[in-house]
């Protein structure tokens, strides 16, 4: 028995040694799709929109049933309960353009602020976030629709992502 349990021992033990470690080289993967994160992503964003967006820049349109060689652009919606993401691809599955439109989801803490400051006794009811993405175009419409209620007076307001009203 001791004879056993010495030899499994030493075979565990000259097992282990000839085992190799191998390095594998580091992988970086990016979207194809960065630009149109980096161009609508925001820290104060509510994170099913976030998640949406991401949604959207990692879709495999080659991979997907309605790519064909024969069309230049691909219009995709995307869909959650709070909102919706049309996008439209070029034949390469990089997004040339989104409209995006998002109710109820939280304001950022500069839109929060400039609404509670400006009208301090109003509630507010709801809201839509509107986002336009053009590929060629540097600036991001990002866009807030506010409906504030005090007592039986209603009011809407709209207000850039940086709590500017327009």
């Not at 064909?68 to 909102?83: H, K, L």
């Not at 990089?94 to 950022?108: G, S």
């Not at 400039?114 to 509107?130: C, G, I, M």
């Not at 504030?148 to 809407?156: E, P, Y």
Request: aromatic share 12%; proline share 2%; charged share 25%.
């Amino acid at each position: 028995m001791k004879k056993s349990i010495l030899s499994l021992i030493i075979f565990c033990l000259t097992f282990g040694m000839y085992s190799q470690i191998t390095q594998l080289p580091e992988v970086v993967i990016t979207a194809v799709n960065y630009k149109y994160l980096n161009a609508v992503e925001n820290e104060d964003t509510d994170l099913s929109v976030q998640m949406l967006q991401e949604h959207v820049a990692m879709y495999d349109l080659k991979n997907s049933d309605l790519y064909g060689d024969e069309y230049d652009t691909y219009t995709v919606s995307f869909y959650i309960p709070d909102g919706k993401i049309l996008a439209a691809y070029d034949k390469n599955g990089e997004i040339i353009r989104t409209i995006e439109r998002f109710q109820n989801v939280k304001l950022p803490k500069d839109v929060r602020n400039a609404v509670y400051k400006r009208f301090p006794n109003w509630s507010l009811e709801k809201d839509v976030y509107l986002v336009n993405y053009h590929k060629n175009n540097e600036k991001v419409s990002k866009q807030y629709k506010v409906k504030l209620k005090n007592g039986k007076k209603v009011m809407r307001v709209k207000l850039a992502e940086d709590g500017n009203f327009l």
